[in-house]
């Protein structure tokens, strides 16, 4: 016994006191200041449902998808006839947003990371600037009952690509923030399948709106008019009420943000890092599994075209989607099959049983990126390396979807076979890295890491304080005690 802490002495010898700017570190560390006691389960438990009550209610309002669904909602109702669109003009404004989301998402996810994530999300500056150069005291889509052309269209929908692209990597950061990776899986699903529940309304409200008769003022205005009225209001909310971290979220205690911050410390990752670090950008490039996420994000949506049918009909769209992801999240919740497996599983093979029947069969396939996107979070760790990594992942799915309008052909669907090698390869490279950490020797180089002491300007003196290696803002390959997530 007395050689082993001889030993041990020794090794803390070896590894002498490393100081490290605030900067450096996640916004936690202070919060928690190296406490390392376990959290009771009962207190963990009320945490995780005031969280539940104060954040999931925001995220699922804002159904995500309502504004997108919106333009094929409106084909029914009359657009490309009242603003003399061609089909290859239709397809270009729905391409021209998924053109614009692609280009503005790294400085979307790059602003997520500098400012307020909740308020930033909700941009509402952005839109009110927007509102103005169109004379409009409107929302976003809004703005699209004013114009009558493609031009006015195309740059409706070119200013919405833009605005929109900080949406789903915003929710993404936020559930990483305040859920452990075993949570995130459910979480994302629930807010994810709420684009469904935005099926089911426009649908209905289409439906409605084909009935109208107004002079001057087609139905497709109308919804536009509707939605974008959604989209103000729920602007307002998230600015006021959305929380930006679990470490000033107005609806906990001081305390119970502490408790907070203790309950996702499982993840490894920490919470986030406002400063932009140059060396974590680099290593996300070089990291092969982000491109191999970045692939299976287009080519799963490269296919992807909805909305163009009967409005009441495009209802069993949303219920096939709340289903297909409801069923996906319970069975990656399943141990031993995990994400990877319901990935595959749920990935429908090309079924010729009825072209309206094979199509919603085909909304199956929505589930497993809705998986996907809670599966990301945990498989990355260092607050640039995960934006810039959400980043390249959103951009591959702008990709598949910028795409899509164009080669909407049978000849292209059976790109299935694709999508389940990919997720196969990820897995097997994940499952390898972690039977290698497994049997590394335990990590102690950020063992013996603190802030150095300071004085405050009102004279009062902080002492040395020690940092959790999770609070460190180190990235999954720099803290080998991080384990991907199967």
């Given at each position: 016994?007395?050689?082993?802490?001889?030993?041990?002495?020794?090794?803390?010898?070896?590894?002498?006191?490393?100081?490290?700017?605030?900067?450096?570190?996640d916004?936690?560390?202070?919060?928690?200041?190296?406490?390392?006691?376990?959290?009771?389960?009962?207190?963990?438990?009320?945490?995780?449902?005031?969280?539940?009550?104060?954040?999931?209610?925001?995220?699922?309002?804002?159904?995500?998808?309502?504004d997108?669904?919106?333009?094929g909602?409106?084909?029914?109702?009359?657009?490309?006839e009242?603003?003399?669109?061609?089909?290859?003009?239709?397809d270009w404004?729905?391409?021209?947003?998924?053109?614009?989301?692609?280009?503005?998402?790294?400085?979307?996810?790059?602003?997520?990371?500098?400012?307020?994530?909740?308020?930033?999300?909700?941009?509402?500056?952005?839109?009110?600037i927007?509102f103005?150069?169109?004379?409009?005291?409107r929302?976003?889509?809004?703005?699209?009952?004013?114009?009558?052309?493609?031009?006015?269209?195309?740059a409706?929908?070119?200013?919405?690509?833009?605005?929109?692209?900080?949406i789903?990597?915003?929710f993404?950061?936020?559930?990483?923030?305040?859920?452990?990776?075993?949570?995130?899986?459910?979480?994302?699903?629930?807010?994810?399948?709420?684009?469904?529940?935005?099926?089911?309304?426009?649908?209905?409200?289409?439906?409605?709106?084909?009935?109208?008769?107004?002079?001057?003022?087609?139905?497709?205005?109308?919804?536009?008019?509707?939605?974008?009225?959604?989209?103000?209001?729920?602007?307002v909310?998230?600015?006021?009420?959305?929380?930006?971290?679990?470490?000033?979220?107005?609806?906990?205690?001081?305390?119970?943000?502490?408790?907070?911050?203790?309950?996702?410390?499982?993840?490894?990752?920490?919470?986030?890092?406002?400063?932009?670090?140059?060396?974590q950008?680099?290593?996300?490039?070089?990291?092969?599994?982000?491109w191999?996420?970045?692939?299976f994000?287009?080519?799963?949506?490269?296919?992807?075209?909805?909305?163009?049918?009967?409005?009441?009909?495009?209802?069993?769209?949303?219920?096939?989607?709340?289903?297909?992801?409801?069923?996906?999240?319970?069975?990656?919740?399943?141990?031993g099959?995990?994400?990877?497996?319901?990935?595959?599983?749920?990935?429908?093979?090309?079924l010729?049983?009825?072209?309206?029947?094979?199509?919603?069969?085909?909304?199956?396939?929505?589930?497993?990126?809705?998986?996907f996107?809670?599966?990301v979070s945990?498989?990355?760790?260092?607050?640039?390396?995960?934006?810039?990594?959400?980043?390249?992942v959103?951009?591959?799915y702008?990709?598949?979807?910028?795409?899509?309008?164009?080669?909407?052909?049978?000849?292209?669907?059976?790109?299935?076979?694709?999508?389940?090698?990919?997720?196969?390869?990820?897995?097997?490279?994940?499952?390898?890295?972690?039977?290698?950490?497994?049997?590394?020797?335990?990590?102690?180089?950020?063992?013996?890491?603190y802030?150095?002491?300071?004085?405050?300007d009102?004279?009062?003196?902080?002492?040395?304080r020690?940092?959790?290696?999770?609070?460190?803002?180190?990235?999954?390959?720099?803290?080998?005690?991080?384990?991907y997530?199967?």
């Amino acid at each position: 016994m007395s050689d082993s802490t001889s030993n041990h002495s020794k090794e803390k010898q070896d590894h002498p006191l490393k100081a490290v700017n605030e900067s450096d570190v996640d916004v936690a560390a202070q919060l928690v200041d190296g406490k390392g006691e376990e959290l009771d389960p009962q207190v963990a438990k009320r945490i995780l449902r005031k969280l539940d009550i104060h954040i999931m209610p925001l995220m699922c309002r804002e159904m995500t998808f309502a504004d997108k669904t919106t333009l094929g909602q409106s084909a029914v109702l009359g657009i490309e006839e009242t603003a003399h669109l061609n089909q290859n003009q239709f397809d270009w404004l729905s391409s021209v947003f998924y053109l614009t989301y692609l280009a503005f998402e790294y400085p979307q996810n790059f602003a997520l990371q500098r400012f307020p994530v909740g308020k930033w999300m909700r941009q509402v500056v952005p839109k009110l600037i927007f509102f103005v150069l169109l004379v409009l005291v409107r929302s976003q889509l809004r703005s699209h009952a004013a114009c009558h052309s493609f031009g006015g269209l195309f740059a409706v929908r070119f200013i919405l690509g833009i605005c929109e692209g900080a949406i789903t990597p915003g929710f993404m950061i936020v559930t990483s923030m305040f859920y452990t990776r075993q949570e995130q899986n459910k979480r994302v699903g629930y807010w994810f399948l709420m684009n469904g529940f935005a099926v089911i309304f426009l649908g209905f409200v289409s439906f409605g709106l084909l009935h109208t008769n107004t002079e001057n003022f087609a139905p497709w205005q109308w919804l536009m008019i509707i939605t974008g009225l959604i989209t103000l209001v729920t602007s307002v909310c998230f600015w006021f009420w959305f929380p930006n971290s679990p470490t000033t979220a107005w609806f906990l205690t001081p305390e119970e943000r502490v408790l907070a911050v203790q309950r996702i410390k499982v993840n490894q990752t920490g919470v986030e890092n406002k400063h932009w670090k140059r060396e974590q950008f680099i290593e996300t490039l070089q990291d092969p599994k982000i491109w191999v996420m970045a692939l299976f994000a287009a080519v799963a949506y490269l296919t992807n075209q909805r909305q163009l049918i009967t409005t009441l009909l495009g209802c069993v769209d949303g219920v096939m989607e709340i289903l297909s992801i409801w069923l996906g999240i319970s069975l990656a919740g399943v141990k031993g099959i995990g994400r990877a497996g319901s990935l595959v599983n749920l990935l429908p093979s090309h079924l010729k049983v009825g072209l309206l029947f094979g199509y919603w069969l085909s909304i199956f396939s929505i589930a497993p990126f809705a998986i996907f996107l809670g599966w990301v979070s945990g498989l990355v760790s260092g607050h640039t390396k995960r934006t810039t990594t959400n980043a390249i992942v959103l951009i591959g799915y702008a990709i598949g979807n910028f795409a899509s309008p164009f080669v909407w052909k049978s000849v292209y669907q059976p790109r299935m076979g694709a999508s389940i090698l990919i997720l196969l390869i990820l897995r097997t490279m994940l499952a390898r890295e972690n039977a290698c950490r497994d049997k590394e020797t335990c990590q102690d180089d950020y063992d013996d890491i603190y802030l150095p002491s300071k004085e405050l300007d009102s004279g009062i003196s902080v002492p040395r304080r020690k940092i959790d290696k999770v609070f460190l803002d180190l990235t999954d390959l720099q803290n080998r005690d991080f384990r991907y997530t199967l």
